[in-house]
């Protein structure tokens, strides 16, 4: 049986189960698996990066430092890119702007890799040198830190931005713009599936090259060897981005059937380019702070952002103490990879049928209904775990590592919640919206919304961290956790709050259309 399009193609009708796992016609395929496979190198690439990043610097320098890194250096990063990237958005082409967003990262990654690691001996201040300022100015000891392993600290900061300038902005603002509501409904679910398959792959090929200790000859780095095959892999990833990106401009938005607007969202016309005035930074931000909704967005972000921060930043003190050889903690990083993969790729089937069958609120309240109970229940074994020091001893296991266990399953689940019901609602929100505030405000809400989420709760760890020199996160756990369910009720009341402007949009945009 067959169904007419709008477009008037005749398109298949789609079986029960076909429904379930895999609702695009035959000849969306054009279209959906491109878009797929971009998201698949920007995950992959996201999710190497995030482990590497994770592990130079907590092997380095402890998890603490991680709180100061993404108050004092990420979320100034993150606005300065802003500035230039709502800039570049009023005088670049969108293609153009892609590839401008993606290059510097892409050659940065591989300079890391093979020029600047290998030259850490040279570039960093000697061990002796920090801990002789770490006595002399003992409330500064972390940023000390900080700036000790600069190179690691950069590299640092150039992978969080990937995440928000990459993977959340660039292609979703990509995919809003290209992809109908009734497109979105069935390709973003089969997006995050076939995006999921990189965390498999990156997980697998992370666990093999960093697991070669006994591999390489006797005097040569291994964790050097490791960084020359992951950041190879981020290279060639960030290339072929760009290739299917291309693909798609010459192939794809030239069809009528995917793309009827009256021109290529990466062409500028001269004649309409000249006549329309491009509004200023300002005027940009002026727009941006007065929406509401996309005010309502950004808290979500910022929400998640703190809470996850919360758990993350307490569970890696855990891990710091079980993996202190930066080969093993980013062996256990892609395991936690692997796993979280396949968390996300069960959500994702779960939570698709979710948009489909329920309402934008019933899908987005259940991302933090579910980090609540998660975070509770795991600050609860952190604060009370020497209850429970003869009862672990019976199974031959210890407090530290059922922490490390407890915190990694707490955060898989999430991490799988997060990607197949948090995101794809959060996209959702914008596609009723006009193309300025789409570009514009989700550049707002994404990029600065999600630094500040993860610099709000490292700057408040940051801060009970600084009062008492020397302290860690045993000494804080009791306030990070009391912050932690403050934080979860105000995101549950935001969740409210926006879902009732989610359906006024899209009721006001259904009229339009």
Not at 107 to 128: A, C, N, Q, R, T
Not at 284 to 301: D, E, M, Q, R
Not at 396 to 405: C, E, I, K, Y
Request: with cysteine; proline share 4%.
């Amino acid at each position: 049986m067959s169904i007419a399009t709008a477009s008037g193609t005749t398109a298949e009708s789609f079986s029960k189960w076909r429904k379930i796992f895999f609702p695009i016609h035959k000849f969306e395929l054009k279209k959906a698996l491109p878009l797929g496979m971009i998201f698949f190198f920007v995950l992959f690439n996201y999710t190497c990066l995030r482990n590497v990043k994770d592990t130079l610097v907590v092997t380095y320098a402890g998890a603490e430092t991680l709180s100061f890194l993404k108050s004092l250096c990420v979320t100034p990063a993150a606005v300065i890119f802003m500035l230039f990237y709502v800039k570049a958005s009023n005088i670049l082409s969108n293609e153009k702007l892609f590839y401008c967003t993606l290059s510097p990262f892409i050659i940065f990654f591989g300079i890391f890799g093979f020029v600047l690691y290998p030259m850490k001996d040279v570039l960093h201040p000697s061990l002796e040198t920090i801990s002789a300022w770490q006595a002399a100015y003992p409330y500064l000891k972390w940023p000390i830190t900080i700036i000790g392993g600069w190179t690691y600290s950069i590299f640092y900061i150039s992978a969080e931005l990937w995440g928000s300038a990459i993977l959340s902005l660039s292609f979703w603002q990509f995919a809003n713009q290209i992809c109908k509501t009734s497109e979105a409904k069935r390709f973003y679910a089969f997006f995050s599936i076939i995006g999921q398959l990189a965390m498999f792959s990156t997980g697998y090929l992370g666990v093999y090259f960093s697991d070669i200790r006994e591999k390489v000859p006797e005097g040569v780095d291994p964790w050097g060897v490791s960084l020359h095959w992951l950041m190879g892999m981020v290279v060639v990833g960030g290339i072929l981005i760009m290739v299917i990106y291309r693909w798609i401009y010459r192939n794809v938005l030239t069809d009528k059937r995917f793309y009827d607007k009256p021109y290529l969202p990466g062409v500028v016309q001269e004649d309409s380019a000249k006549k329309k005035k491009k509004p200023s930074i300002v005027e940009s931000f002026k727009v941006i702070l007065t929406s509401p909704y996309i005010g309502l967005i950004a808290l979500l972000i910022i929400c998640y952002g703190i809470s996850v921060n919360f758990i993350e930043g307490v569970w890696k003190s855990q891990l710091k103490l079980s993996f202190s050889n930066p080969n093993d903690y980013n062996v256990f990083m892609n395991k936690f990879t692997i796993y979280t993969g396949i968390s996300t790729m069960i959500m994702l089937v779960v939570g698709g049928n979710i948009l489909r069958m329920f309402s934008w609120f019933t899908a987005a309240i259940l991302t933090p209904t579910i980090m609540c109970i998660g975070g509770t229940l795991f600050f609860s074994f952190i604060l009370f775990s020497d209850k429970f020091i003869l009862f672990l001893d019976k199974f031959g296991t210890n407090p530290l590592a059922m922490a490390v266990f407890m915190g990694a399953t707490v955060i898989v689940i999430i991490k799988g919640t997060k990607y197949a019901l948090f995101d794809l609602t959060k996209e959702m929100a914008y596609i009723p919206l006009d193309e300025k505030l789409k570009v514009q405000g989700k550049a707002a809400a994404d990029v600065v919304g999600g630094r500040f989420g993860k610099a709000g709760g490292a700057g408040f760890q940051a801060m009970l961290l600084s009062i008492i020199p020397g302290s860690t996160y045993t000494d804080i756990t009791a306030i990070v956790a009391a912050a932690f369910l403050a934080i979860c009720a105000f995101w549950l009341v935001s969740v409210k709050g926006l879902s009732k402007r989610v359906e006024a949009a899209r009721l006001a945009h259904k009229d339009q259309a």
